[in-house]
């Protein structure tokens, strides 16, 4: 009998469990991208894969790092895209089944920007550090003899007696 409730209750907790949409989510291996492309039929069936024209389909190039028939795309910030125009998902500034970049994550809206114009050259940028830290330096080798805790000796009742014994 009790072989029959233990079987009873798996049987409940394995349906249960099985049905409930965390189980039904997809799994890391339906999103591994699939061998590279060698033929054109293997290319457009890629291309299908990705929501890609076949014209505009270009794979990221055979390396050895595996990226496989995933497609390659010019590198393009989240920052730089506009924050105005109505997105499915707002907060990652992309549409539904959009394909990603390779390196998403280098290109958050809290990361690098790659379209960034910087507001100041790279040796004006470099020219300002060397000063400042230039002139830091000078000014502390300047100051270090100026800085100093005046001390003097440790005042005693009077030089070469005993204040103390133990007897």
Not at 46 to 64: Q, R, S, T
Not at 73 to 82: A, C, H, N, T, W
Not at 136 to 155: C, E, N, R, V, W
Request: without cysteine.
């Amino acid at each position: 009998m009790s072989f029959l409730k233990t079987r009873l209750i798996y049987n409940i907790t394995k349906r249960s469990f099985s049905g409930t949409p965390a189980f039904l989510a997809h799994w890391n291996k339906d999103w591994k991208p699939g061998k590279y492309p060698t033929t054109e039929e293997e290319r457009s069936v890629a291309a299908k894969k990705y929501n890609l024209f076949p014209e505009e389909y270009v794979p990221v190039k055979d390396d050895g790092h595996g990226a496989g028939d995933y497609p390659g795309f010019k590198p393009y910030s989240v920052e730089s895209r506009d924050p105005f125009y109505p997105w499915d998902f707002p907060e990652y500034r992309r549409n539904f089944n959009e394909p990603l970049h390779e390196d998403i994550n280098i290109y958050g809206e809290d990361r690098y920007d790659v379209l960034m114009k910087p507001r100041f050259s790279l040796i004006a940028m470099l020219a300002s550090f060397i000063l400042v830290m230039g002139s830091s330096i000078y000014l502390t080798y300047l100051g270090k003899d100026t800085a100093f805790l005046p001390a003097m000796p440790q005042h005693m009742p009077a030089t070469n007696v005993k204040h103390y014994t133990y007897q």
